[in-house]
């Protein structure tokens, strides 16, 4: 059974940074592309970043591009979300999701995490 288990969301300050995780499991992990979407209140869920499933490439949002990096490690089943600077308006809930052999901007994911919530304060 295939699961994705987001972790390290909370509430931070305008202007701060947190780094969020997604811990897979029940899949062979280097086989795909993981992302971050993410969904304000009101909203439609939207991509964030991504990064290929042969860790060689990464794609972002224009909105987050330069603020926000992701990155992967094989060994530990996990990919990660740095997010520095932030905004009241990245405020949402995380969503980690995998794309076997999948685009770097994730097509259409295989599997969603449960997400976490990231709460910035102004």
């Known amino acids: 059974q295939v699961q994705l288990v987001e972790s390290g969301g909370g509430l931070v300050q305008a202007g701060g940074s947190l780094r969020v995780s997604c811990a897979a499991s029940?899949?062979?992990?280097?086989?795909?592309?993981m992302g971050w979407f993410r969904q304000a209140p009101g909203k439609e869920r939207e991509f964030v970043a991504g990064?290929?499933?042969?860790?060689?490439?990464?794609f972002y949002a224009d909105s987050v591009k330069g603020r926000f990096t992701i990155s992967r490690d094989n060994a530990k089943n996990t990919v990660y979300l740095q997010m520095n600077s932030l905004k009241f308006e990245d405020t949402a809930v995380y969503y980690c999701?995998?794309?076997?052999?999948?685009?770097?901007?994730?097509?259409?994911?295989?599997?969603w995490g449960q997400g976490t919530q990231v709460t910035v304060s102004s």
């Open positions: 029940g899949l062979i992990f280097s086989q795909y592309s």
């Open positions: 990064i290929r499933w042969t860790g060689d490439a990464t």
């Open positions: 999701a995998a794309d076997r052999f999948g685009p770097v901007f994730l097509r259409s994911p295989d599997y």
